[in-house]
């Protein structure tokens, strides 16, 4: 199994600010993703976080908005730029490991935008 | 991917089964059925999944009509700790199991 760390696990930033994320898997895993869960809401897949290239969006999502790296196979940051409100909630790094079959998550970062 | 229809709600007193089921009525041949929890305020936990087999670990067993149309969650003696949401997905297993869609699950409460 992989275990999965996220900082910082919460935060309360203005409006107009950016925020980085950080995630940090303890074994190499092939695929790494972001997610968001809004307050009270599932879980909706913002991108697929690529080694070395540029991160794959889903609809909806864009690089400018949540710009993501990942310099390694264990590593991703993903930052919620120029905040606002309704930037408000969770958001959840996952991982797919070699061999795995199965997600693992990390605790997540609850966001609130003032 | 397919998509999954759950209760939106279920009780289960604790130390009895939690029956938790899934209709997946679309789904194809390559996908497989995946379970996951999620306890408040804390990340989505895996618990099980298959094909077309029935399987058994140490958390739950899943039951897999013959069809594939459904499926059962069974957590066989809930505890209160197993108060959670619940979250059905059919994925393909290795090509794009990470893309996962988390419809909008059951929240399972298990009550003393």
């Known amino acids: 199994s992989a275990v999965i760390s996220q900082k910082p696990s919460r935060d309360i930033c203005q409006r107009g600010t950016s925020l980085t994320i950080q995630c940090q898997v303890d074994?190499?895993?092939?695929?790494m993703f972001w997610y968001r869960q809004q307050p009270g809401q599932s879980l909706t897949l913002i991108a697929t976080?690529?080694?070395?290239?540029?991160?794959?969006?889903e609809s909806g999502f864009v690089i400018d908005k949540f710009p993501i790296s990942r310099p390694n196979l264990t590593f991703s940051t993903l930052t919620v730029s120029n905040m606002s409100p309704e930037d408000s909630s969770i958001y959840l790094c996952s991982a797919f490991g070699t061999g795995n079959e199965k997600l693992f998550f990390g605790s997540g970062t609850q966001l609130s935008v003032l | 991917d397919a998509k999954t229809t759950q209760p939106t709600s279920m009780d289960c007193a604790e130390g009895r089964a939690a029956n938790l089921p899934c209709n997946h009525s679309t789904i194809s041949g390559n996908e497989y059925v995946y379970w996951y929890r999620q306890i408040h305020s804390q990340g989505p936990q895996y618990i099980i999944h298959g094909l077309k087999n029935n399987e058994t670990n140490e958390m739950a067993s899943l039951i897999i009509t013959e069809d594939r149309k459904s499926s059962t969650l069974i957590l066989p003696h809930a505890t209160l700790r197993d108060t959670a949401v619940y979250y059905c997905i059919v994925s393909p297993r290795k090509t794009n199991a990470g893309k996962s869609t988390f419809g909008d699950g059951t929240t399972l409460t298990v009550k003393p």
């Open positions: 074994s190499q895993v092939t695929m």
């Open positions: 976080a690529n080694q070395g290239s540029e991160a794959t969006y």
